[in-house]
């Protein structure tokens, strides 16, 4: 299977996307700093301006993120990965902003889920949740179908 492209969803905070961006290969790529992402958002607010242009293979118009996908077009993203620092409000502000564009699997972590502390195998194990899940998606056909998925 060739490498997918996605979008994550996540704080500011450089290491854990050190930490994260290989745990993510082979199954999914970008062609940005990080080679495994199309884009990294940090914020709901970033997110609700930026995820719009993503989804349609527009590049940002403008960005002080060095992650930022300016300047090319962007990978059309075949998903967004959320993290756990997004709440309910968070992620709805982002779909909102993305209604009637997006045509991905939104996946959200599921936080009734038990998961280990902040630290070592903390990334490990969110990102074995995230390939559980896409798997899932990709066996029910629906990587090309907007939806919220816990995870």
Not at 7 to 31: H, M, R
Request: aromatic share 6%.
């Amino acid at each position: 299977m060739a490498a997918l492209p996605v979008i994550t969803c996540g704080g500011v905070d450089p290491q854990v996307l050190n930490v994260v961006k290989p745990l993510y290969l082979p199954e999914y790529e970008g062609k940005r700093k990080f080679p495994n992402l199309v884009h990294s958002v940090t914020s709901a607010a970033s997110g609700a301006i930026e995820l719009p242009y993503l989804l349609q293979g527009k590049a940002l118009p403008t960005s002080e993120d060095p992650n930022a996908s300016t300047g090319e077009n962007p990978k059309l993203p075949v998903s967004i990965f959320i993290g756990a620092l997004y709440g309910d409000k968070e992620v709805e502000e982002m779909r909102q902003a993305c209604q009637g564009i997006s045509s991905v699997p939104w996946l959200k972590m599921d936080l009734a889920v038990p998961r280990p502390p902040l630290g070592p195998g903390y990334a490990e194990h969110v990102v074995k949740r995230v390939k559980a899940c896409m798997k899932r998606i990709e066996a029910e056909g629906k990587l090309e179908e907007d939806g919220l998925w816990l995870f």
